[in-house]
């Protein structure tokens, strides 16, 4: 009998040490807004009503996007057993209410907190509040969380994002669980049965090609973190994605060519697209690029296989990714501040991918090909591709067989 218990205690405890992520709640990489690009910690209800209404009314909810996030400083105190609120002033309906205007309609709310004793923002952090943290998010509706890393001397990043991965767990409510680590501790390497994506740099700056040196940190432009997931793209799938950070397009440190550029990059790579601009009051150039269907079609693609970076030649990248069914995502990328004319010889070229085994192949397949930005069609690749790029651009096509 005493055997029998400690044999019934031992599987408990095995199975509570490896209950999984909640799966399947980021098949294709999660799309939605984060309000700390733009607003930093000037976070409140109405603007966060507001910006559901916005993700509605300007057509992103219709191209994809679905998570509405709340990033840092929307904490209050904890109370005296220690369950964190929200800011009284900031958020005087509370969190419950506004999660439930956002599910009515038809989004979802995310939040954020971070694995130390404070956040960046120096707010309460979740360190030793793990499963009162958890808990309080499932109460309140909370549907993704982004878990930061400030505050963490002395903690080791697997294991503090898998505390709070079980308490998520055993919360009970389905959370898409993003790890905001900065790839300091090579996330990449262990963040897939712990999370959906993983933050693979530091953060990014409001510039197509820029680093913002703060002293202990630095910011980085567009391209900066481009460079930075050379060798990654082996590690990202269907639920477990390289996050190269929320978005900067719309937020007016780019023009609109860098803006577009941006935009067809965290396409390929198969970055979560979260948008990080004030959605409420968009241009038409930055609703357009935001709400490419056929951009994001790219991205969300059911393969789930990231881009690869075929060649460079002249400061002009050519990128690859493998599609469902055969066809394949194309983007030319011009790095240089002045335009390029391009030639791109598709029958003398030998696009092959190990990872997806994949190979197009062009001397055997035919392929048709439509400009995802024109939204024309530009032939088939039984010719070669000749443009002129202009300066921080991209041409992206979508490639057919037929
Ligand atoms: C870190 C994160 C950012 C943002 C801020 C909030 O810098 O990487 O994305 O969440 O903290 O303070």
Request: contains cysteine; proline residues 3%; glycine residues 10%.
């Amino acid at each position: 009998m005493k055997k029998i218990l400690i044999g019934l205690c031992l599987a408990l405890a095995a199975s509570a040490a490896h209950a999984q992520k909640f799966e399947g709640l980021a098949k294709t990489p999660q799309m939605g807004w984060n309000s700390w690009n733009k607003f930093a910690c000037n976070v409140n209800e109405q603007m966060i009503r507001e910006t559901a209404d916005a993700m509605v009314s300007s057509g992103m909810k219709d191209a994809g996007y679905l998570y509405v996030n709340i990033d840092d400083c929307w904490h209050g105190e904890r109370d005296a057993k220690g369950f964190i609120q929200a800011h009284a002033e900031h958020f005087p309906s509370g969190m419950k209410a506004l999660a439930d205007y956002v599910h009515s309609k038809g989004l979802k709310l995310g939040i954020y907190s971070d694995a130390g004793w404070k956040t960046c923002g120096g707010r309460p952090g979740s360190r030793g509040y793990e499963y009162q943290d958890a808990l309080t998010f499932a109460q309140w509706g909370i549907d993704y969380l982004k878990y930061d890393w400030c505050e963490t001397q002395g903690l080791k990043a697997e294991g503090a994002y898998l505390t709070m991965r079980e308490a998520l767990r055993k919360a009970g409510r389905p959370v898409l669980f993003s790890l905001c680590e900065w790839g300091d501790n090579q996330p990449w390497e262990w963040g897939k049965p712990v999370g959906h994506s993983w933050r693979t740099t530091g953060d990014i700056w409001d510039c197509f090609d820029c680093i913002v040196d703060h002293g202990t940190w630095k910011s980085r432009g567009v391209l900066q973190i481009l460079d930075l997931q050379d060798g990654l793209r082996v590690h990202a799938g269907p639920d477990h994605w390289n996050d190269a950070d929320m978005m900067e397009v719309g937020n007016g440190g780019m023009t609109v060519n860098e803006d577009r550029a941006h935009f067809s990059i965290w396409a390929m790579l198969a970055s979560p697209l979260i948008a990080g601009n004030d959605i409420r009051n968009m241009s038409k150039e930055t609703t357009a690029i935001l709400t490419n269907k056929a951009v994001i079609a790219l991205n969300q693609d059911a393969l789930g296989v990231q881009s690869f970076r075929y060649a460079a030649r002249d400061g002009v990248e050519y990128w690859f990714k493998p599609l469902e069914g055969g066809d394949w995502g194309f983007m030319a990328l011009n790095r240089n501040k002045d335009a390029r004319k391009i030639r791109f010889d598709w029958e003398a070229e030998n696009v092959k991918d190990d990872l997806s085994k994949r190979h197009a192949d062009f001397g055997k397949m035919r392929y048709k090909l439509r400009n995802l930005w024109t939204g024309k069609s530009a032939g088939n690749a039984g010719k070669p591709l000749a443009a002129d790029l202009p300066g921080h651009d991209v041409l992206v096509l979508r490639l057919s067989a037929y």
